[in-house]
């Protein structure tokens, strides 16, 4: 008897849940455009869209953000009619599900900027970085759609390229690291005999490299590290897009080669006194870059007078067509041999400066066409 009192006490007892750490919480929100576009005139709308990329397909609710304050606005989709320009900012969105622990969220999904220009002049860019050797087309959006018959495009005040016609694209071929930075337009219309000319604001204009240079690090002094070995590291920045073809790193002592390349960017090596480098090389865009010489240790005898010859810094094709910013290193293929060589890529742009009238002015004017 005393046994099935026991039972029932213990029976009615509450339940001690323990919380533990589901999945989800390390998973992230992503938020993307619909409709509409990064920079919009007021008055326009946008739409946007949070998913969480979820493989157990699990049912999921939304917040939205837009800086540090949450939105009223919640599910899958947010939308902003008729914007204001007050309503510029960072637009970030969160997954949360309810479980039998309580509520849980993804993190925060990378944010999506929106501007809106109470102005009436746009120049629209795409919104990540260009890549050197691509072609990069802006356009010259005017509130309203009249019908143009000039364009003209600023890089940092300075006039670059002007044209005729009602095509308010322009194309910016075979892109330079000198070809970034801060871009506007200007665009004339006429309307009853009369010249109407306006100017966007500065929009920013990036562009990258396929391959950075690498750097080379010696790592020496490593708990992890033999005391009698080296671990080479050849740090690069590879900004081909999906599906970005293969990295091959080699290493070099006193300008010899150490070994056959390798598609991870780390070695392991002897120590020892000497000049050390690195070389990346992508075989299937023709682009291979070479590190900078570092010394390790006291290099004395013939090594010390090993003359440091100038290498190509760069080499790949005028325009490589490739396209996702993300670093893709596949298993290398069988080594080449690297015959050095070095390409100039050059290219130049008008230098004529706008007048500093009315031409200057980001506001609307209104000019009497000549008779």
């Not at 009602?166 to 075979?174: E, G, R």
């Not at 091959?248 to 006194?273: C, E, M, Q, W």
């Amino acid at each position: 008897m005393d046994m099935i009192i026991s039972l029932l006490v213990l029976s009615t007892l509450p339940q001690l849940i323990v919380p533990t750490v589901l999945p989800g919480t390390s998973l992230r929100a992503v938020v993307e455009f619909v409709s509409g576009d990064s920079r919009i005139f007021s008055g326009e709308s946008v739409r946007l869209k949070c998913s969480v990329p979820d493989v157990h397909n699990s049912s999921w609710d939304y917040l939205w953000f837009r800086e540090s304050e949450q939105l009223p606005q919640n599910g899958k989709h947010l939308i902003l009619w008729k914007t204001r320009v007050q309503e510029s900012g960072k637009f970030y969105c969160q997954g949360v599900r309810d479980t039998a622990v309580g509520n849980i969220h993804t993190l925060q999904s990378l944010p999506l900027e929106i501007n809106v220009d109470g102005g009436w002049a746009i120049l629209k860019v795409q919104p990540h970085s260009s890549l050197v050797g691509d072609t990069l087309k802006v356009t010259c959006r005017i509130r309203g759609t009249p019908q143009l018959h000039e364009v003209i495009l600023y890089k940092d005040g300075i006039e670059v390229m002007r044209q005729n016609g009602l095509n308010p694209h322009i194309y910016l071929t075979n892109l330079r690291l000198e070809d970034q930075g801060m871009y506007s337009c200007r665009a004339s219309w006429d309307v009853a005999r009369r010249t109407h000319s306006i100017v966007s604001v500065d929009t920013s204009v990036l562009v990258s490299e396929v391959l950075s240079q690498p750097v080379l690090e010696i790592v020496a002094d490593n708990n992890l590290i033999p005391v009698n070995k080296l671990r080479l590291i050849c740090h690069i920045q590879y900004n081909a897009r999906a599906p970005a073809p293969p990295v091959h790193f080699y290493f070099y002592k006193n300008d010899n080669r150490l070994g056959t390349a390798t598609s991870v960017n780390h070695v392991l090596i002897p120590r020892s006194p000497g000049q050390y480098s690195c070389k990346a090389k992508v075989p299937g865009l023709d682009i291979t870059r070479w590190s900078e010489h570092k010394s390790f240790g006291q290099v004395i005898g013939p090594q010390a007078m090993i003359p440091q010859a100038p290498r190509p810094r760069y080499r790949s094709p005028l325009a490589p067509s490739i396209s996702s910013p993300y670093l893709l290193l596949s298993p290398a293929a069988e080594p080449t041999v690297f015959q050095p060589t070095s390409m100039s890529i050059i290219s130049s742009y008008p230098t004529q400066k706008p007048s500093q009238s009315a031409e200057t002015s980001p506001l609307l004017s209104t000019v009497q066409s000549p008779n």
